[in-house]
């Protein structure tokens, strides 16, 4: 796999973060909105006939100090002690709170900051139990945060913490009773639920490298599916149950006709998803290809560009030595190309070159590559063809330049080639020994073919037969 396949982009990770510092300041305000009202006397935040906007307290506190602390955590500025005890503090709480819940006793946790004043009998100041788990999540998680060997622990606390605050959700949505008349939980786990599921999105945020913000947010195509998919995955079932459970004061369908049109809804709602995912895969596909297409063929020639070059010449290089079969290299340059652009202007230079790259492609075979690897240089690299076919090709090019008269003025290339030896020790060696065999001839009068061989370099004579 690419890795930068897997990496965020650094804008991404910067609206991350400050994702996260904005999701700790609005929950630290709303925490210490929720525990100013207490100390007022008023226990809750709004209205007081509304008392699905009850926080506790002490449940205020830890949402105050937790959004302090992913703050301060994401800030970058230096203070990584202080969110250290502030999570700590607040793990404290919390596991004592779980204690209390799990050995049936008193430690007094409901009466730590202050009472509560709302229905006391109802309502007790002890974080509820879905709340206290939250919150000793949420502080483990924060603990882990930014420490790479920690980071197994940060993430499933902070994924644990993000599915109970959903799972609460969701049970709220569909009326249950347990919620409203059980002691584990109470009308202050709503609010609390809502707040935690924000908090817990913005500890995972707070290490994007990590799962699952990677895999939602990374480049590859898999993050891309994902970032489609997730949002009618995570949404449509609740909404789909809601709404059948709210039709049954109508009593339009049986109880058991409701189950029957929930699973085949979801089945629905599965193939449809298996659909969109199968669309997006192939779309993907389709730009993925088409962009890597535009990035090895040169834009205004159409033939390979230098990237496709290289990696065509080096596939056939490692073939030819390591089965031992022919392998030619051709570099041609056109002739006072700098004259002609200046004579004839740059659009004329331009479909100079353009016309010069369809010859090339014309007289070539379907196995060798044609790219334009500079301004006015052009390459070709011929598997399975050695000194002799090489030599009879570019005089072909070269005469078949000479004589067209799809220019504007006369034009002729000079050409250098070199066939792989089998002491031919690098890529980098065959190009340089063609090269300066293209020097060559250039320097010798231009309009010429040379040769690098075992014995130097040295002119060739015109071959009057095509290449084949």
Aim: glycine share 8%.
């Amino acid at each position: 796999m690419n890795p930068q396949a897997t990496e965020i982009e650094p804008k991404i990770n910067g609206v991350l973060r400050a994702m996260c510092v904005a999701i700790g300041c609005a929950t630290a305000l709303i925490g210490g909105a929720a525990l100013l009202g207490e100390f007022l006397h008023q226990g809750q935040v709004g209205h007081t006939a509304v008392r699905l906007t009850v926080i506790k307290p002490n449940v205020a506190a830890a949402i105050l100090a937790l959004g302090i602390a992913l703050a301060l955590t994401v800030s970058e500025l230096g203070l990584r002690a202080i969110p250290d005890l502030i999570a700590s503090l607040v793990l404290t709480v919390g596991l004592v709170t779980l204690s209390e819940y799990a050995l049936n006793w008193d430690a007094g946790i409901d009466r730590a900051l202050l009472s509560d004043s709302t229905s006391p009998a109802a309502l007790t100041a002890r974080p509820a139990l879905a709340a206290a788990l939250m919150i000793t999540m949420v502080s483990a998680a924060l603990l882990g945060a930014q420490r790479p060997r920690l980071r197994l622990l940060k993430t499933c606390a902070g994924v644990a913490s993000v599915l109970v605050a959903w799972v609460t959700l969701i049970a709220y949505l569909f009326g249950a009773q347990q919620l409203h008349e059980g002691a584990s939980f109470s009308p202050a786990t709503l609010p609390t639920a809502a707040i935690m599921l924000f908090i817990g999105i913005g500890v995972l945020a707070a290490e994007p490298v990590s799962w699952p913000i990677n895999t939602v947010l990374a480049r590859s195509t898999g993050s891309i599916v994902c970032r489609w998919l997730l949002p009618p995955a995570i949404l449509a079932p609740p909404l789909l149950g809601w709404l059948l459970s709210r039709q049954a004061p109508f009593d339009l369908f049986p109880e058991a006709l409701d189950w029957a049109l929930y699973a085949a809804a979801s089945s629905i709602g599965s193939v449809w998803l298996i659909l969109q995912l199968a669309q997006r895969i192939t779309l993907i596909d389709a730009a993925r290809t088409a962009a890597t297409e535009l990035s090895q063929h040169d834009p205004l020639t159409g033939l390979a560009n230098r990237r496709a070059f290289d990696a065509f010449l080096l596939e056939n290089f490692n073939l030819a030595r390591r089965h031992g079969h022919a392998l030619s290299l051709v570099l041609l340059d056109i002739d006072l190309f700098k004259s002609y652009n200046d004579a004839y202007g740059h659009p004329a230079g331009d479909e100079l070159l353009k016309s010069l790259g369809a010859l090339l492609a014309s007289l070539v075979r379907e196995t060798d590559l044609v790219a334009r690897i500079g301004g006015e240089e052009f390459a070709l690299v011929l598997p399975e063809t050695g000194f002799a076919g090489a030599v009879v090709l570019a005089e072909c090019i070269r005469m078949e330049v000479e004589r067209s008269s799809a220019f504007r003025r006369k034009v002729t290339v000079s050409a250098g080639l070199v066939a792989m030896a089998q002491n031919t020790g690098s890529i980098a060696a065959l190009v340089q020994e063609c090269d300066a065999a293209l020097y060559r001839a250039k320097e010798a009068g231009r309009n010429q073919v040379w040769a690098a061989g075992e014995s130097g370099y040295g002119q060739l004579s015109a071959a009057p037969f095509p290449h084949s």
